[in-house]
């Protein structure tokens, strides 16, 4: 299960309503949630309207960066 799929139904979001939130459609949405990468204005939209629980890297399979220590 994608990350944003998990994050909608945590929710109980219906892929309609969620898309209302990101201002795409069902259709659009379910695709971001299979995996399609969103359009960049549509991604920073995701992010921002997951206060970052979303991130890009959730989209790009890019590995977490490490966590530093304090020094």
Do not use: C, H
């Amino acid at each position: 299960m994608s990350k944003l799929k998990k994050w909608r139904e945590d929710r109980k979001l219906s892929q309609e309503q969620a898309g209302r939130l990101f201002e795409v459609s069902a259709v659009a949405f379910g695709r971001y949630e299979r995996g399609r990468v969103p359009e960049p204005e549509v991604l920073q939209k995701i992010i921002d309207g997951t206060a970052g629980e979303i991130t890009a890297n959730d989209f790009f399979d890019l590995p977490e960066e490490p966590t530093r220590s304090a020094a």
